[in-house]
């Protein structure tokens, strides 16, 4: 129990510093099992187990391989470790999906079987808005409706008001991020245009855009290739940012941004989503 109990403070720790990881729960055991139903573990992107035992070698290859399946398309899975006779029994091959179960075959003495649900915990998807113009705020507010764990740099000078963020940086000096997927928007207005692209272009992120228009960007464009950053780096910025909704007002603006981003987020998930169905 006091393991247990570990396991999930651990959960809980992780979860709250933004990190990524799968949470592996054995549901089920027939027979002689190294580990029992409730057994967890913590298991890390890089396949390490940082904390709890699901048991030994017999079920940890097939686990981890879910783990890092798991990890790649957000989805949980069931893992189930059988020996081959079962396996047989069943009509299914080692490797093979039925029903939403993947089938393993369990190459112990002991000949059990073991049940194992793998879950993936991702962080908060990563959106960090450089300025503090009312585009940025509205952004911002908007991203954490959506669950989005939103990260502002800007003079404390340039906030006209408090905005709604996970955390506010003073100045565009980033620092440490979350682990997570990373969507990055300037949003400047005028203060600290240069100094703003500058940090976005060094920071890796899925997306990156600046609220501005073409005309602009393209001047901006000549002064930073100018300092000896890359073209083509600067031109991963998309510029004006959003999707062509005819906004006027900040909020729409924010909302066009949100939409494409949105739509970059999730079109992994919808192809894989469309592979399976």
């Known amino acids: 129990m006091t393991k247990h109990i570990e396991v999930m403070d651990l959960v809980a720790q992780m979860k709250a510093a933004e990190q990524t990881f799968v949470l592996a729960t054995v549901v089920r055991t027939v027979s002689v099992t190294a580990a029992k139903a409730g057994a967890k573990a913590i298991i890390r992107p890089d396949g390490t187990i940082v904390a709890g035992w699901i048991g030994g070698g017999c079920a940890r290859g097939a686990v ?7 990890l790649a398309d957000g989805e949980p899975r069931m893992v189930s470790v059988q020996p081959e006779n079962l396996l047989v029994e069943l009509g299914v091959k080692a490797g093979e999906n039925r029903d939403g179960v993947r089938f393993a075959r369990n190459m112990c003495p ?5 049940d194992v649900f793998v879950e993936p915990v991702l962080p908060h998807p990563s959106l960090v808005i450089l300025g503090g ?3 940025a705020l509205s952004l911002a507010a908007q991203a954490r409706q959506l669950g989005y764990h939103v990260t502002i740099a800007v003079p404390a000078a340039d906030l006209q008001e408090t905005p709604d963020a996970d955390m506010l940086v003073d100045g565009f000096a980033l620092g440490k991020l979350t682990e997570a997927r990373r969507f990055i928007v300037v949003s400047t207005q005028g203060k600290g245009d240069e100094a703003a692209l500058r940090t976005a272009v060094k920071t890796e992120a899925s997306y990156h855009a600046f ?6 960007m393209e001047a901006l464009r000549g002064k930073l290739i100018a300092e000896g950053i890359d073209a083509a780096v ?8 959003g999707l062509d909704l005819g906004a006027i007002t900040p909020e729409e603006i924010a909302m066009s941004i ?13 192809m894989s989503n469309n592979h399976t169905a």
Do not use: C, N
Request: aromatic share 0%.
């Open 211 to 216: 609220v501005g228009s073409r005309r602009k």
């Open 133 to 135: 113009s009312p585009v």
């Open 234 to 241: 600067i031109d991963r910025i998309k510029a004006p940012a």
């Open 64 to 70: 981890l391989k879910a783990a890092r399946d798991a």
């Open 110 to 114: 002991s000949k059990g079987t073991m």
């Open 258 to 270: 949100l939409a494409e981003i949105t739509a970059e987020r999730r079109r992994g998930q919808r």
